[in-house]
């Protein structure tokens, strides 16, 4: 049940002033959660400070802080939680600032899909318009019809895959990635990237989330990498629409790899082939890497919404961290991203074993 008005308990009086707008917050590397035997949760850092017990409020917005968000994400997601609060706008700010006075908030830190500390944030329009239109036709759809195309454009793209590679001559998964197309990178970097986002927008608006924004990460201030911002997907409830809004991109990923196969099958040799084929290797190659439950990646926040705990993944692959998932959750994460690690060895050993043989 979600109360009236927030409760901003925390175990010391709060600040008078803090969280300028856009600032990024994040709690530090280090900071866990420990829940008492009475209900009670308590921050505690490995830098010494002294216990912080925080509730209510405090409490629920624990996995935002922990992932890394913004003032303005966070004031948004207890406005749509707490419709009738009116004392959001002065306790926020001062619950941060309490938080950073102790020492437990990391300066100018990162986002979940925002890249890492550090980056540089290039802001491109907002896709939500876009995408609220489309989530609005699909919802049309007859849940029933929707299914079976899905699982008929599935059907086809297995089909597309399995013919590219029964070609003749029969070509090596290792000669799809190596055979470089500067057609098909073109068609990597510009249309499937910024569709496996859309992916991501468009499910997120099917769940009833909007989403924030949108733009291009600078890792490091080189490498570009293009995100949506769904912070606004913790006001979703259900489990299934947020594993949907993870997998969306993937989705995205593995109908377009069907797609391209089958141009590459349909053309004969030239530079189209060769780029279709280049976009079937580099839509498979990006989908392996990119539901890997190891990193941040849209298969840990899968897995994550499918356990129900934002922290799993943390609590499950680095001691000291998020002390607040439970055994059932760690075990299951681990076992798996054992399962991935296994697949993705056994995979890896098949490839280079069959490239081998060829000399
Ligand atoms: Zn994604």
Same mark, same amino acid.
């Given at each position: 049940?979600?109360?009236?008005?927030?409760?901003?308990?925390?175990?010391?009086?709060?600040?008078?002033?803090?969280?300028?707008?856009?600032?990024?917050?994040?709690?530090?590397?280090?900071?866990?959660?420990?829940?008492? /035997?009475?209900?009670?949760?308590?921050?505690?850092?490995?830098?010494?400070?002294?216990?912080?017990?925080?509730?209510?409020?405090?409490?629920?917005?624990?996995? =935002?802080?922990?992932? +890394?968000?913004?003032?303005?994400?966070?004031?948004?997601?207890?406005?749509?939680?707490?419709?009738? /609060?009116?004392?959001?706008?002065?306790?926020?700010?001062?619950?941060?600032?309490?938080?950073?006075?102790?020492?437990?908030?990391?300066?100018?830190?990162?986002?979940?899909? $925002?890249?890492?500390?550090?980056?540089?944030?290039?802001?491109?329009?907002?896709?939500?318009?876009?995408?609220?239109?489309?989530?609005?036709?699909?919802?049309?759809?007859?849940?029933?019809?929707?299914?079976?195309?899905?699982?008929?454009?599935?059907?086809?793209?297995?089909?597309?895959?399995?013919?590219?590679?029964?070609?003749?001559?029969?070509?090596?998964?290792?000669?799809?990635?190596?055979?470089?197309?500067?057609?098909?990178?073109?068609?990597?970097?510009?249309?499937?990237?910024?569709?496996?986002?859309?992916?991501?927008?468009?499910?997120?608006?099917?769940?009833?989330?909007?989403?924030?924004?949108?733009?291009?990460?600078?890792?490091?201030?080189?490498?570009?990498?293009?995100?949506?911002?769904?912070?606004?997907?913790?006001?979703?409830?259900? $489990?299934?629409?947020?594993? #949907? !809004?993870?997998?969306?991109?993937?989705?995205?990923?593995?109908?377009?790899?069907?797609?391209?196969? #089958?141009?590459?099958?349909?053309?004969?040799?030239? #530079?189209?082939?060769?780029?279709?084929?280049?976009?079937?290797?580099?839509?498979?190659?990006?989908?392996?890497?990119?539901?890997?439950?190891?990193? /941040?990646?849209?298969?840990?926040?899968?897995?994550?919404?499918? =356990?129900?705990?934002?922290?799993?993944?943390?609590?499950?692959?680095?001691?000291?961290?998020?002390? *607040?998932? !439970?055994?059932?959750? !760690?075990?299951?994460?681990? *076992?798996?991203?054992?399962?991935?690690?296994?697949?993705?060895?056994? +995979?890896?050993?098949?490839?280079?074993?069959?490239?081998?043989?060829?000399?």
């Amino acid at each position: 049940m979600v109360s009236r008005t927030p409760d901003w308990r925390i175990d010391a009086g709060t600040g008078s002033a803090g969280g300028e707008p856009g600032t990024a917050v994040r709690l530090r590397d280090g900071v866990a959660t420990v829940r008492r /035997a009475r209900g009670q949760v308590l921050l505690v850092s490995e830098n010494g400070t002294p216990p912080l017990r925080v509730s209510g409020i405090g409490e629920e917005l624990l996995p =935002l802080l922990a992932e +890394g968000t913004t003032l303005e994400a966070l004031t948004e997601y207890l406005r749509a939680r707490y419709p009738a /609060a009116r004392d959001i706008e002065p306790k926020l700010p001062a619950f941060l600032t309490k938080l950073r006075s102790v020492g437990l908030l990391s300066e100018g830190a990162s986002q979940r899909h $925002r890249g890492a500390r550090g980056d540089a944030h290039i802001p491109l329009p907002n896709p939500d318009p876009l995408a609220r239109q489309l989530a609005l036709l699909l919802r049309h759809l007859p849940a029933d019809a929707a299914r079976v195309a899905l699982v008929l454009a599935l059907a086809a793209t297995l089909a597309g895959i399995v013919g590219v590679f029964l070609e003749t001559p029969r070509p090596h998964p290792f000669d799809l990635v190596l055979a470089f197309s500067p057609a098909g990178l073109a068609i990597l970097l510009l249309m499937v990237l910024p569709f496996h986002e859309f992916g991501h927008a468009v499910a997120c608006r099917m769940a009833g989330a909007p989403v924030v924004g949108a733009g291009v990460t600078l890792y490091r201030y080189v490498v570009p990498k293009l995100y949506v911002n769904n912070t606004a997907v913790y006001r979703v409830a259900g $489990r299934g629409p947020r594993v #949907w !809004i993870a997998l969306a991109g993937p989705l995205v990923n593995v109908l377009v790899a069907g797609a391209a196969a #089958w141009v590459a099958v349909a053309t004969g040799d030239g #530079w189209v082939e060769e780029a279709a084929r280049y976009v079937v290797a580099g839509c498979l190659v990006t989908l392996v890497l990119g539901i890997s439950p190891l990193a /941040a990646s849209d298969g840990s926040h899968a897995l994550e919404a499918l =356990l129900d705990d934002d922290l799993a993944r943390g609590a499950a692959l680095f001691r000291g961290r998020s002390h *607040l998932s !439970i055994q059932p959750v !760690i075990y299951a994460y681990r *076992l798996v991203c054992a399962l991935y690690l296994l697949a993705f060895c056994v +995979g890896s050993g098949a490839l280079v074993a069959g490239s081998l043989s060829r000399f």
